[in-house]
Antibody, heavy 118, light 108 residues
Framework: QMQLQESGPGLVKPSQTLSLTCTVS??????????WTWIRQAAGKRLEWIGR???????DYNPSLKSRVTISVDTSKKQFSLHLTSVTAADTAVYYC??????????WGQGVRVTVSS | DILMTQSPPSLSASIGDRVTITCRAGHSIGKFLNWFQQKPGKAPQLLIY?????ADGVPSRFTGSGSGSGADFTLTISSLQPEDFATYYC?????????FGQGTEVEI
């Protein structure tokens, strides 16, 4: 059974970089049809797709975040990562990693709450 | 971005009730529509993909359908069970960025 687990700091200071890692288990990261995705959910708001990466390295980002987002993958460690620069309070949210089967996320991590505050 | 609009935002129902949730896309998205269920404090779980296909392990009381317009979609729970009280989201995968509806909370 595919499982994903987010890890990273729960508190980030404004203007700094938010960095999260997702560790994948129970399946391969290198199957050609899957992407590895980050999604977030701020309190009381709808889910927001941040972006995704294919194991070969190609990426797609949400234009609203593209200037600040980098998603990378390390298949040897079965991990992929999110880096979001110049964070503000508006980036406070629960961050989820997920597998994207090509037309949306199917398996999700449990989520990690990140608060941006000094 | 494609705006996804769900209705109602919330509803109250009883065990055994038939429940219907609708999702409207800003324009036709064909069959590129998924539904998710989220319980408090938990990650969303894929319920239905490509409008009407049940994800693995999803009970048959859940059905998804779409209109001929390719913009209007429905999630139906035929007989509401205690474990179905949750928030439901639609999501389009017609064009990136993927976008989600605002959610429909199903309460007792």
């Amino acid at each position: 059974q595919m499982q994903l687990q987010e890890s990273g700091p729960g508190l980030v200071k404004p203007s700094q970089t938010l960095s999260l890692t997702c560790t994948v288990s129970g399946g391969s990261m290198t199957s050609g049809t899957y992407y590895w995705t980050w999604i977030r959910q701020a309190a009381g708001k709808r889910l927001e797709w941040i972006g995704r990466i294919h194991f070969a390295g190609s990426t797609d980002y949400n234009p609203s975040l593209k200037s600040r987002v980098t998603i990378s993958v390390d298949t040897s460690k079965k991990q992929f990562s999110l880096h979001l620069t110049s964070v503000t309070a508006a980036d406070t949210a629960v961050y989820y990693c997920a597998r994207d089967y090509g037309e949306g996320p199917d398996y999700w991590g449990q989520g990690v709450r990140v608060t941006v505050s000094s | 971005d494609i705006l996804m609009t769900q209705s109602p935002p919330s509803l109250s129902a009883s065990i055994g009730d038939r429940v219907t949730i609708t999702c409207r896309a800003g324009h036709s998205i064909g069959k590129f529509l998924n539904w998710f269920q989220q319980k408090p404090g938990k990650a969303p779980q894929l319920l239905i993909y490509s409008v009407s296909n049940l994800a693995d392990g999803v009970p048959s009381r859940f059905t998804g359908s779409g209109s001929g317009s390719g913009a209007d979609f429905t999630l139906t729970i035929s007989s509401l069970q205690p474990e179905d009280f949750a928030t439901y989201y639609c999501q389009q995968s017609y064009s990136r960025p993927w976008t989600f509806g605002q959610g429909t909370e199903v309460e007792i």
